[in-house]
């Protein structure tokens, strides 16, 4: 929960940055329509304010009121159509309390330490694919900064994609939001397959290595099998 909570805090600091760095030039108007783009800045506004209101809910659910944040829970999700997840709601909640119990205790270096490693990583992974790029092209620094805050708003392409992973949807938005940094469709493509790569298959084979070892020592090898099959 709390490295849940300092992901979402960096998303809604880092917009506002990018936002004011970028401006319009967030959005990709050489490729896209005026009516995409501004079903794009909406999506991307909504995912903000989402975001924003989940990472707020959730320090004060730490830092402040667990309690009232657990009823808020279970009011919700008493409400017909969600009564489902009910019992769920009332897990989370429960969850929330016991976080907030253990969390109160650490002090300022502890968050200190905590922020700074989440800020390094998402920054990370964030810059991605402006050195990917300016490993090949030449780029300039007001370019290499556009295309970190064109990243965020490619990420709400990800966040909406229905196939696992984005795969397909992001290869195929990736040329509309970086293709004018890249030039040539065939530079484009290589370093989409490049991005995906580093950032996505790479992750799938190491998966398909190590989780099923992961499973058995931890589950045993007939639960094990049990689960890989499931």
């Not at 329509?33 to 989940?54: D, E, K, N, P």
């Not at 790479?202 to 099923?212: D, E, N, Q, R």
Request: include cysteine; charge should be positive.
């Amino acid at each position: 929960m709390a490295t849940a909570m300092l992901d979402n805090l960096y998303y809604v600091l880092a917009v506002p940055l990018v936002v004011l760095i970028g401006g319009d030039a967030l959005y990709p108007h050489e490729a896209l329509q005026g009516g995409l783009v501004a079903t794009l800045r909406i999506a991307f506004i909504a995912s903000y304010v989402f975001v924003s209101a989940y990472a707020f809910l959730m320090v004060y659910a730490i830092f402040v009121n667990p309690r009232s944040v657990r009823r808020l829970f279970i009011r919700l999700f008493s409400i017909a159509g969600l009564r489902r997840w009910r019992n769920k709601a009332y897990q989370h909640g429960n969850e929330l309390v016991l976080a907030s119990a253990q969390l109160r205790g650490n002090g300022l270096a502890y968050w200190l330490r905590a922020s700074l490693s989440t800020a390094f990583v998402w920054t990370a992974r964030y810059l991605v694919i402006g050195c990917l790029i300016s490993a090949f092209i030449d780029v300039t620094w007001a370019e290499f900064w556009l295309i970190f805050g064109r990243n965020l708003t490619y990420k709400v392409i990800l966040l909406i994609a229905i196939t696992p992973g984005g795969a397909g949807i992001a290869e195929g938005a990736f040329p509309t939001f970086f293709g004018k940094f890249i030039g040539t469709p065939t530079m484009t493509n290589f370093m989409v397959l490049l991005y995906r790569i580093v950032t996505y298959y790479l992750y799938l084979v190491l998966g398909a290595i190590f989780l099923p070892r992961w499973i058995t020592r931890i589950f045993g090898k007939r639960d094990a099998e049990k689960v890989l099959h499931s």
